[in-house]
């Protein structure tokens, strides 16, 4: 019973974690993605309600690509982050995207793909 209680207490009010890598080619602005939502180094805990994530900011050169899959690993959702300007390298976004969501280690991780660098365009005035 004692442990029942405590399992549903933590569920309504305890913080819970999650481990997130955000990927995406270089340049997409996945840095400036997290320091958007705090300050700091490559590696960040983000407190949202009662869940604490830790966000992964690896880097996209395309030598360094092939490390990602060493932080696969108990990661429960990914933020794969594209420059929607760069229309030249949507291409190679999408592949890298497609070889990341083929690992079985990302199976069950949830995924965000997030459009960064949009340019708004300025109002148009209706006569």
């Not at 933590?10 to 958007?36: P, S």
């Not at 992964?56 to 594209?82: A, C, E, M, S």
């Amino acid at each position: 019973m004692g442990l029942s209680f405590s399992k549903v207490f933590m569920q309504l009010f305890g913080k819970k974690e999650m481990r997130i890598l955000m990927v995406g080619l270089d340049a997409a602005g996945k840095t400036t993605i997290l320091y958007k939502l705090k300050l700091g180094f490559n590696v960040e805990t983000v407190e949202y309600k009662n869940i604490s994530f830790t966000v992964w900011d690896v880097g996209g050169q395309d030598k360094i690509r092939p490390l990602w899959r060493h932080y696969f690993q108990n990661t429960q959702g990914i933020i794969f982050v594209v420059d929607s300007n760069d229309r030249e390298r949507i291409v190679e976004a999408r592949e890298e995207l497609q070889r990341m969501l083929n690992e079985d280690e990302l199976k069950d991780a949830l995924l965000l793909v997030f459009a960064n660098k949009q340019v708004r365009q300025p109002h148009v005035k209706l006569c």
